[in-house]
């Protein structure tokens, strides 16, 4: 069984701050690593993913993550935030073996402060 | 692209009562997955159609829950005899691709409340 953890349940930054939102998982199989984003009243939209091959992956709105094997670990940063990056923000993985569901993290509430 | 729909966007209903919801996936998507968000929670899945085959529902959470695709198309989750606990958003998502790999759009979601 998967299961995601996001330690950090908000996080506050300022403006044009850089921001980093932890993500750790546990998997007794390979894994495929997700986040995605729910703005207020929106649905959830994929930022990006890690299938295989380079660790770090860039996405949309200017977020990246890095895929940590040893330390099962997959951190979004983003170097400069803007208020519109006020949101939840969600871990996912799903494993390998066929299965299709995501296991979710329980989010991160990033707040972006002018 | 018209994206995931759902309808109705909000339900409130009384404890015993049965609901149910739609999920329109986006055409071209031959998986379908709903999933349960309670607060401060992320979403929860339970179940997942390929085709019109269920291929996965185990995770329903009671046998109060179920969930079709006659059509391939699109899809109702019902709940029979709602409680309380049931009070939540039901998130669909869809998808086409390689499994596992693929990414699920997901609809806005139904909240529910049960009074």
């Known amino acids: 069984a998967q299961s995601v953890t996001q330690l950090d349940s908000q996080v506050p930054v300022f403006e044009e701050a850089p921001v980093e939102l932890r993500c750790n998982y546990s998997?007794?199989?390979?894994?495929?690593l997700f986040w995605y984003v729910q703005y207020p009243n929106q649905g959830l939209q994929l930022l990006l993913k890690?299938?295989?091959?380079?660790?770090l992956v860039k996405g949309i709105n200017g977020f990246e993550a890095e895929f940590n094997k040893s330390q099962t670990s997959f951190h979004l940063r983003k170097p400069s935030v803007h208020i519109s990056d006020t949101a939840e923000y969600f871990c996912?993985?799903?494993?390998?073996?066929?299965?299709?569901?995501?296991?979710f993290g329980t989010g991160t509430r990033l707040t972006v402060i002018p | 692209d018209t994206g995931v729909s759902q309808d109705p966007r909000h339900k409130i209903t009384k404890r015993g009562q049965n609901v149910t919801f739609r999920c329109d996936p986006i055409?071209?998507?031959?998986?379908l997955y709903w999933y349960r968000q309670t607060l401060g929670q992320g979403p929860e899945f339970l179940t997942y159609?390929?085709?019109?085959?269920?291929?996965?529902k185990s995770r329903l959470l009671s046998d109060r829950f179920s969930a079709e695709r006659p059509k391939g198309s699109f899809s109702t989750l019902e709940i029979q005899r709602t409680e309380q606990g049931d009070s939540a958003m039901y998130l669909c998502?869809?998808?086409?691709?390689?499994?596992?790999?693929?990414?699920?759009?997901f609809g806005p979601g139904t909240r529910l409340l049960v009074l």
């Open positions: 998502a869809s998808s086409s691709g390689l499994a596992g790999e693929e990414t699920q759009y």
């Open positions: 998997s007794s199989v390979s894994v495929y």
């Open positions: 890690y299938l295989s091959g380079s660790t």
């Open positions: 996912a993985v799903s494993d390998q073996t066929g299965a299709n569901n995501l296991f």
């Open positions: 055409s071209e998507h031959n998986r």
């Open positions: 159609f390929q085709n019109e085959a269920q291929l996965e």
